[in-house]
């Protein structure tokens, strides 16, 4: 099969000549095996069939919870902190159940806006620091997102549903594993 037919085992691009890295995302390639003869049909297809996806994904869940426990933890406290001045102050314990609802949307709020700020201006988390991984553009033009691109690829975490939507598309519409398909609309990637 001729070197044109092939494609990186990471990110599902074609690869070019016998080159010894990725051009599209800098894994390496070796003319014995990191490259595969057939493009993936899907991150879906590669997260199912290749245990580096798996092992990428099941760092980026962890790296996750890391993060929201960080959030909703401090979160936490000063809800609660609050929640007892009030109910010492007003004794009304009904109007606890609205500031819960209110709670809930001003923590996903909030959660966006710390993985926003660390990963433009530090290109990543507590949690994706601890697992060694970090945020990209794709195609290596910075290290980093800027502020706004950090912003769209993580206004999913508002709310888990639109989360695992936005997880679940971009691996069925990309040939590789590391984008959500908001990733996919800014240009950046976790690697």
């Given at each position: 099969m001729s070197a044109e037919s092939r494609f990186c085992a990471k990110c599902g691009k074609p690869l070019s000549g016998e080159p010894a890295f990725c051009p599209s995302c800098g894994a390496?390639?070796?003319?014995a095996g990191p490259a595969q003869t057939q493009a993936p049909l899907s991150g879906i297809d590669a997260v199912i069939k290749e245990s580096a996806a798996q092992n990428y994904w099941v760092r980026r869940l962890a790296a996750f919870v890391i993060d929201a426990a960080i959030v909703y933890v401090a979160l936490g406290i000063l809800a609660l902190l609050f929640a007892i001045s009030f109910l010492l102050a007003s004794g009304l314990a009904a109007f606890g159940v609205v500031l819960a609802g209110v709670f809930s949307f001003v923590a996903g709020v909030i959660l966006v806006l710390y993985f926003t700020f660390a990963e433009a201006y530090a290109g990543a988390t507590v949690g994706k620091r601890v697992f060694g991984l970090k945020v990209v553009v794709a195609g290596g033009a910075r290290s980093h997102p800027?502020?706004?691109?950090?912003?769209?690829?993580n206004i999913s975490k508002i709310y888990w549903l639109l989360l695992l939507l936005d997880v679940i598309v971009g691996l069925a519409v990309s040939k590789g594993y590391t984008q959500k398909y908001s990733d996919k609309i800014v240009g950046t990637e976790v690697v």
């Open positions: 390496p390639v070796s003319s800027p502020f706004v691109d950090a912003l769209l690829r």
